[in-house]
C-alpha cells in the first residue's frame, strides 16, 4: 500500500461545477497535509495547506481534513478551465520530507 | 523577494558530458530536494539535504550526485549523461519543520542526445 494514494484521473467537471478532489494517507501520526496544483511542463505549486481536522476555506478552494478517517480532500468550487491540471495531495510525517501522491488529473470543459 | 532558482531552464547535451544543474534558494531554508518527473509522471525523490554537509539519496535510484556547501545553494551533478537521463529535474526547500510545505523552483528540462 501507497503512503499517499490518489485516484489518477482524469477528474471531468463542467465549467462552473464543484470539483471534490480525494487523498488518502496510510501514516496515522501525519502532521500536515498540502495540496500543489501542476500544470503540464510546469513545476507544482502550493494552493492549500492544512493542519487540523475540518474544512479550511480559501477563495473557491475548501481542504477537509478527517484524521480519524486518514483523508484529506479538495474542493474546487465554481470550477473553470484554467484549473485544469494534476492536483498533488502531500503529507508531512516526520518532519524530514513530504510525502507525494501520484496526483489527480482534473479537467474542467467549457 | 525570497525565491528558489533554477538553472538552466531547458538543456539538450550530448552523451557522455558531464552536466550540473544549479539551485539556488534565497529563503535561508535549511532542507533542499531534487526530484525527477518524467512527463505525467509522479514525482521521484532523488536527493535530499538537511543542511551544509549533509546529503542523502532518496527513494530512486539516480546515478547523479550532489553537494551542500553553502545553504542556499544545492547543484546536482551527472558526470556521464545518458539518454535515460532525459526528464524533468525539479529542485525545491523548506525550512524548520515542514509546516509551510515545499517551495519548488521552475525546473530543468534536460534531454540527452
Known amino acids: 500500500q501507497k503512503e499517499v494514494e490518489q485516484n489518477s484521473g482524469p477528474l471531468s467537471v463542467p465549467e462552473g461545477a464543484i470539483a471534490s478532489l480525494n487523498c488518502t494517507y496510510s501514516d496515522r501520526v501525519s502532521q500536515s497535509f498540502f495540496w500543489y496544483r501542476q500544470y503540464s511542463g510546469k513545476s507544482p505549486e502550493l494552493i492549500m495547506s492544512?493542519?487540523?481536522?475540518g474544512d479550511k476555506e480559501d477563495g473557491r478552494f475548501t481542504a477537509q481534513l478527517n484524521k480519524a478517517s486518514q483523508y484529506v480532500s479538495l474542493l474546487i468550487r465554481d470550477s473553470q478551465p484554467s484549473d485544469s491540471a494534476t492536483y498533488l495531495c502531500?503529507?508531512?510525517?516526520?518532519?524530514?520530507?513530504?510525502?507525494f501522491g501520484t496526483g489527480t488529473r482534473l479537467q474542467v470543459f467549457p | 523577494e525570497a525565491d528558489i532558482y533554477q538553472t538552466p531552464r531547458y538543456l539538450v547535451i550530448g552523451t557522455g558530458k558531464k552536466i550540473t544543474l544549479e539551485c539556488s534558494q534565497t529563503?535561508?531554508?535549511?532542507?533542499m530536494y531534487w526530484y525527477q518527473q518524467d512527463p505525467g509522471m509522479e514525482l521521484h525523490l532523488i536527493h535530499y539535504?538537511?543542511?551544509?554537509?549533509?546529503?542523502e539519496k532518496g527513494d530512486l535510484s539516480s546515478e547523479s550526485t550532489v553537494s551542500r556547501i553553502r545553504t542556499e545553494h544545492f547543484p546536482l551533478t551527472l558526470e556521464s549523461a545518458r539518454p535515460s537521463h532525459t526528464s524533468q529535474y525539479l529542485c525545491?526547500?523548506?525550512?524548520?519543520?515542514?509546516?509551510?510545505?515545499?517551495?519548488f523552483g521552475s525546473g530543468t528540462r534536460l534531454t540527452v542526445v
Open positions: 492544512i493542519y487540523s481536522n
Open positions: 539535504s538537511y543542511g551544509v554537509n549533509s546529503t
Open positions: 529563503m535561508g531554508h535549511d532542507k
Open positions: 525545491a526547500s523548506s525550512g524548520g519543520t515542514l509546516s509551510y510545505g515545499y517551495t
Open positions: 502531500a503529507v508531512n510525517v516526520n518532519t524530514d520530507k513530504l510525502i
